[in-house]
């Protein structure tokens, strides 16, 4: 979505982690499991109006399998 919508000579870019799940989950948090990592996904601009997104999810320890049931972005009801 930000690289689609995203002006022309914008610079943007994607980062993540996965981890442990945190010990004072927020609401969009997906659920703590421990067959599953915690992970995020941040998109952001750098320019004059500068974004910043967050995709919060999990994915399953044994195949890596997103687990598209989970996803929550901050400020998100």
Request: with cysteine; glycine share 8%; proline share 10%.
């Amino acid at each position: 979505m930000l690289e689609r919508n995203s002006a022309t000579g914008k610079t943007h870019g994607f980062t993540g982690r996965c981890g442990e799940f945190p010990a004072q989950p927020s609401p969009v948090d997906p659920p703590a499991d421990a067959a599953y990592w915690y992970c995020a996904i941040d998109a952001y601009t750098t320019d004059a109006e500068p974004w910043n997104y967050e995709l919060r999810l999990r994915i399953r320890r044994r195949d890596a399998a997103v687990d598209l049931a989970t996803f929550g972005c901050p400020g998100s009801p």
